[in-house]
């Protein structure tokens, strides 16, 4: 059974950091480009972060550009972000979620349950 | 950025009701649109990719139409696991984007 779990949500203060993981399991990691998306309290779904098989290709969102690092590590089949320089408005869920191609259209599945990030003085 | 605007915000519906969720694209999309079922607590499951096809393992009962800027998710018999939130996805163009979600209540 496909899985992702993540990981490393909590609070922390404005200005600080933290770092997201995201075991995957039950397919094969490295086939597969990954993606962060969050949800905000009473918000729906923002697309965070993309990041290729291999590591070699990256995309964000211009909300958290310069400030999230995605990064991957196939041999534990694991995703990670870091998020740094935090604020109330980067408080949500994270979930994340494998990306799929199929004739050139890209869907999400499978996804995590999500972490929660509260950033709050 | 292509933005994704869904209709209705909510709707109360019955079980055994058909119901209709419209999701509209700032600019055309073909067919690189995708659907997702969401529950408290849970993350987003896959129900349409592409459009109209169906995801493994997703009831029948499920099915999406459209295509360009104007598609549509469609419940033939409302089941009592499908109130959730309802979100539309583009893949067209990065940033991919979704819809604002369409949460399907008990009437």
């Known amino acids: 059974e496909m899985q992702m779990v993540e990981s490393g949500g909590g609070v922390v203060r404005p200005g600080g950091s933290l770092r997201l993981s995201c075991a995957a399991s039950?397919?094969?990691?490295?086939?597969?480009?990954m993606i962060w998306v969050r949800r905000a309290p009473g918000k729906g779904l923002e697309w965070v972060s993309y990041i290729n098989w291999n590591g070699g290709s990256t995309g964000y969102a211009d909300s958290v550009k310069g400030r999230f690092t995605i990064s991957r590590d196939n041999a534990k089949n694991s995703l990670y972000l870091q998020m740094n320089s935090l604020s109330a408005e980067d408080t949500a869920l994270y979930h994340c979620?494998?990306?799929?191609?199929?004739?050139?259209?890209?869907?999400?599945?499978?996804w995590g349950q999500g972490t929660l990030v509260t950033v709050s003085s | 950025d292509i933005q994704m605007t869904q209709s209705p915000s909510s709707l109360s519906a019955s079980a055994g009701d058909r119901v209709t969720i419209t999701c509209r694209a700032s600019q055309s999309i073909t067919n690189y649109l995708n659907w997702y079922q969401q529950k408290p607590g849970k993350g987003p499951k896959l129900l349409i990719y592409a459009a109209s096809s169906l995801h493994s393992g997703v009831p029948s009962r499920f099915s999406g139409s459209g295509s360009g800027t104007d598609f549509t998710l469609t419940i033939s018999s409302l089941q009592p696991e499908d109130f959730a939130t309802y979100y539309c996805?583009?893949?067209?163009?990065?940033?991919?984007?979704f819809g604002q979600g369409t949460k399907v209540e008990i009437k």
């Open positions: 039950g397919f094969t990691f490295d086939d597969y480009g």
């Open positions: 996805q583009q893949s067209y163009t990065t940033p991919w984007t």
């Open positions: 979620a494998r990306v799929h191609y199929g004739d050139y259209v890209a869907w999400f599945d499978p």
